[in-house]
């Protein structure tokens, strides 16, 4: 049975450190920089003064800081890092790595801007600069989440059908830095939750190789499993969002609210819940993916049915591709379906744009506007522009 | 001067501060402070200063949003019901009628009241934090006073929940001026 929980005032990354310990976690190797630092330093802090049991690598960079993950996580031991923008950006061959030896690590990221121009505050360009590295990629809009997908992150990637590695997502600043009632498991229920499950590793008694050369008639099947168990990890997400112990009704992989709008809009992360807080008022559809890969589409499709205009939500660009990240995997998905929904494309927020409840009130009211007039044409602008409809 | 009980008869509110101050001054903790008092207290809190690199003497907001539903909003607060001065010259950087809602409440820590300019519609509240932060001998304590004027101005939390964390986080002398600026406050208010 569940102890009673214990509720706390953190911050989202203070949440995530709290998180960590209660994993009981082994190793943390982790290069601060901003937002992600006050991890790193609940950490340090936790690490020396025994509350967690876990040696802690101060190591010279994000490189290096992944290089001792998969180390550490090929020998059994539960690991830990967290990183930002630059950082994420540094550690970019050893993400591949990570997920193609099948680490189940877990990394928060707390989104920032990539330079240049330098800027320390949030966006997704990091995060979607990593998109393609096989990595699970949950996003979480508050500190509540942050906790909370952390522990069951670690009960996904340790999943014997699963074995990846997954990125925990919190805005930077508007979640890592924004303070909230947080309640926590405690180190005996999230033991609980997250028993340690046997699995193959680096041993000097039985040697084994890892990461050997593959050859052009070998590498592509081991690329096409790999590609596969992140797809079908979709499933294991599910099953372990819906039986989390501090949620009697667990948590969707997608959350959606007016269902039956003509308006849904679509996002990632902390903004959505703005979004939310307007459309609840506004009777417009919000749907937050909380999942971002493996791209939970079967659990989106339904909400976005039945809409007469969608409005995708992207914090970073793609340039020079037709859409943005999220505005083109949901116009994969829309042509998939067979629908021809137009889709406003807006992207917001770059670099810690503030994204004030006035400047999305006015986009909703235009949606709606739209959506009444049937104006069916696909747009994409950043948000605080003109709208301008053909 | 009149205190509106923004509490009572509100089965759903959401009551919004910003503080205003500088670097240095201790605002973001005042305005964590508040939220985890609320929160013992069993609502729904926020916490967040305005976000960028820390200047000492540079202004600085911080926001604490209270609510009796859970908080979805995640954006900085346009219009609050409650500004908190830590000073009175920044009256001049944010205007206190853009910052605050119509029938808003704003305390200010200021020598001389009668040199603050008008504020048509808004309940003022004035304490001199300088000279109680000097009388204790705390100059870093003015975050404290202004924590308890706030207090006293809007009995969003009782003085009791936040001495008792104040207590547990910080020293005697901070209790202190807490209490000296809830008391300054409070002899001012009319409970209606």
């Known amino acids: 049975m569940l102890r009673q929980a214990l509720l706390y005032l953190m911050s989202g990354n203070e949440a995530i450190a709290?998180?960590?310990?209660?994993?009981?976690?082994?190793?943390?190797a982790a290069y601060p920089i901003t937002p992600q630092t006050t991890i790193v330093e609940k950490l340090s802090e936790y690490t020396s003064s025994g509350m967690l049991d876990a040696e802690f690598v101060p190591v010279e960079s994000e490189h290096s800081a992944l290089s001792v993950c998969v180390g550490a996580s090929l020998t059994g031991a539960r690991v830990f890092t967290a990183t930002s923008s630059q950082g994420l950006a540094l550690m970019h061959e050893i993400l591949y790595i990570a997920s193609g030896l099948r680490a189940p690590i877990v990394m928060a990221i707390a989104n920032r801007a990539l330079s240049a121009p330098i800027n320390i505050h949030g966006d997704h360009?990091?995060?979607?600069?990593?998109?393609?590295?096989?990595?699970?990629?949950?996003?979480?809009?508050?500190?509540?989440?942050?906790y909370d997908f952390t522990l069951m992150a670690y009960r996904v990637a340790e999943d014997n059908r699963v074995m990846l590695p997954v990125a925990v997502n919190v805005d930077g600043f508007t979640v890592s830095h924004c303070y909230e009632g947080v309640r926590v498991l405690g180190k005996e229920d999230a033991q609980a939750f997250l028993p340690r499950t046997p699995r193959p590793r680096l041993e000097y008694d039985t040697p084994i190789t890892v990461g050997a050369m593959f050859s052009p008639t070998h590498y592509h099947v081991v690329k096409t499993e790999q590609a596969k168990a992140l797809e079908s990890s979709l499933n294991v997400v599910k099953e372990v969002f819906r039986s989390y112990p501090l949620r009697e009704e667990g948590y969707d992989v997608v959350h959606v609210v007016n269902r039956s709008s003509p308006v849904m809009v679509v996002g990632l992360g902390g903004v959505m819940g703005t979004f939310r807080h307007l459309g609840r008022r506004m009777n417009v559809g919000v749907a937050s993916l909380r999942l971002y890969r493996p791209f939970p589409a079967a659990d989106l499709l339904p909400s976005l049915r039945e809409a007469e205009l969608i409005v995708v939500l992207d914090r970073a660009y793609s340039p020079g591709a037709p859409a943005p990240p999220l505005a083109t995997d949901i116009k994969t998905l829309l042509?998939?379906?067979?629908?021809?929904?137009?889709?406003?494309?807006?992207?917001?927020?770059?670099?810690g744009h503030e994204i004030r409840l006035s400047m999305a009130e006015k986009l909703l009211q235009k949606a709606l506007e739209a959506a009444r007039e049937g104006a069916g044409a696909n747009i994409s602008f950043y948000l605080g522009e003109e709208v301008n409809r053909p | 001067m009149k205190?509106?009980?923004?509490m009572k008869g509100l089965e759903n509110f959401t009551h919004e501060f910003i503080f205003v101050g500088r670097g240095g001054q201790g605002v973001v903790t005042a305005s964590r402070l508040l939220a985890e008092a609320a929160l013992l207290e069993g609502k729904f809190v926020q916490s967040f200063p305005e976000f960028g690199p820390e200047r000492s003497g540079a202004p600085v907001k911080a926001y604490t949003r209270v609510s009796n539903t859970p908080i979805e909003i995640r954006a900085p607060v346009e219009k609050a019901e409650t500004v908190v001065y830590f000073e009175s010259k920044l009256i001049h950087v944010y205007e206190p009628t853009t910052l605050t809602r119509p029938n808003g409440v704003v305390v200010v820590s200021c020598r001389e009241p009668s040199a603050l300019p008008r504020m048509d519609g808004l309940h003022v509240f004035t304490v001199d934090g300088q000279r109680v932060v000097e009388s204790l001998n705390r100059p870093l304590s003015l975050n404290m006073v202004m924590l308890g004027a706030t207090v006293a101005a809007t009995r969003i939390v009782s003085l009791e929940?936040?001495?008792?964390?104040?207590?547990?986080?910080?020293?005697p002398a901070d209790v202190k001026a807490l209490e000296n600026g809830f008391e300054e406050v409070a002899a001012r208010v009319e409970l209606i």
């Open chain 1, 335 to 351: 042509h998939t379906a067979g629908l021809q929904t137009p889709v406003w494309s807006v992207v917001c927020g770059l670099g």
């Open chain 1, 125 to 146: 360009s990091d995060v979607m600069g990593s998109r393609d590295a096989g990595w699970i990629q949950l996003f979480a809009e508050n500190p509540q989440q942050a």
């Open chain 2, 161 to 171: 929940t936040l001495k008792s964390l104040v207590a547990k986080k910080f020293s």
């Open chain 2, 3 to 6: 205190y509106i009980k923004w």
């Open chain 1, 18 to 28: 709290h998180a960590v310990m209660d994993a009981d976690v082994d190793v943390v």
